[in-house]
């Protein structure tokens, strides 16, 4: 732990630091903060700061700028409690009030919304459907061999699956054999749809059967994760190296990597992992803020933004939390 003293100076580094981008120097701490103390001992301060691996001096003439373990006490002991301005609050309730349509579209645009509050990028993992609830299901007679079965998920996914029949059955008997289907699977996963019981009319029971082979089979597929991302162009601007840039701007292309380190950041309790903690070595001078989206009390995804390891935390974590509680409110809504 540090003293009282110590923590002045290490809160007022970080924050001219996250605002400016340039080292700080000592005279500056003394001008900007409550300390009754010279210069002189602050720049004693700060030296010991360096020693203790809080600081580190960029140059031998320079200011100092935080490490990855003064951005982490700053996080833990020191940033203010964020909170969002009345403009950006407004802004999140307008775009829930009009966002409607289908799933995927309205993720891929919280994360244009969050990257916009923030000025990082933003990332959202959509729902696994696996796991979410059938809320409602339907089966549809399209032509004389072929019907659809429309799903609605409790996680707002809205699923269709074609169905080939073996022969004209008829509207009647698709009919009969939706009811038995929605009576099966509202209330149950798409992982465990379980079977519907027979009718004792084996014409409605063949087609009950195949509109679950097809649920089964959709479900078994070893599909990714839905990732989306906003904001991505915005990162270039974080970072003064090229090869930097282009390190991020691959990491972000590729799905994997990213719902690995948006897991791996929760799991370990954590909603804030900074520079090397995340141990993604190409966003080594990256942090990311995340927190899940529940639906009906159930982790449903996920939300996070990346940024330089400099972010306006607070900020950063304000808009997060309110965005992923607007997101998981407004799935429930449905």
Do not use: W
Not at 68 to 87: E, H, I, N, S, T
Not at 173 to 191: H, P, W, Y
């Amino acid at each position: 732990m540090l003293d009282d003293r110590k923590a002045a100076i290490l809160r007022a580094v970080v924050q001219e630091y996250i605002e400016t981008a340039q080292p700080v120097g000592s005279a500056h701490v003394t001008r900007s903060g409550d300390l009754a103390v010279s210069s002189a001992t602050v720049r004693n301060e700060m030296a010991l700061l360096e020693r203790e691996g809080y600081l580190v001096q960029p140059h031998t003439s320079a200011g100092r700028i935080p490490t990855d373990k003064g951005y982490r006490f700053f996080v833990d002991q020191l940033a203010p409690a964020g909170g969002l301005q009345p403009g950006q609050r407004q802004k999140v309730r307008d775009f829930f009030a009009k966002t409607h349509g289908e799933l995927e579209q309205m993720l891929h645009d919280t994360s244009q919304l969050l990257s916009g509050l923030t000025d990082y990028a933003a990332v959202v993992v959509a729902p696994p459907h696996e796991v979410a609830s059938i809320r409602s299901a339907q089966l549809v007679a399209l032509g004389p061999r072929i019907a659809l079965l429309v799903l609605v998920l409790s996680n707002g996914v809205v699923e269709k699956h074609s169905i080939e029949l073996g022969a004209d059955v008829g509207e009647e008997r698709v009919s009969a054999a939706g009811a038995r289907v929605s009576q099966q699977l509202v209330g149950r996963t798409l992982a465990d749809p379980g079977a519907v019981p027979p009718s004792g009319d084996a014409v409605t029971d063949a087609v009950a059967d195949a509109a679950l082979g097809a649920l089964r089979a959709a479900s078994s597929s070893d599909a990714p994760d839905h990732v989306f991302v906003g904001g991505a162009s915005r990162m270039a601007a974080a970072f003064d190296a090229v090869e930097t840039v282009r390190g991020v701007l691959t990491i972000l292309e590729q799905q994997y990597v990213v719902v690995g380190l948006l897991r791996d950041v929760l799991d370990r309790g954590l909603s804030v992992a900074i520079g090397i903690e995340h141990g993604v070595e190409p966003l080594a001078e990256c942090s990311v803020v995340v927190a899940p989206y529940a639906v009906d009390g159930e982790h449903t995804g996920t939300i996070g933004v990346l940024g330089p390891t400099r972010m306006n935390y607070p900020q950063a974590l304000a808009a997060v939390a309110v965005v992923s509680q607007r997101l998981g409110r407004h799935l429930h809504e449905g």
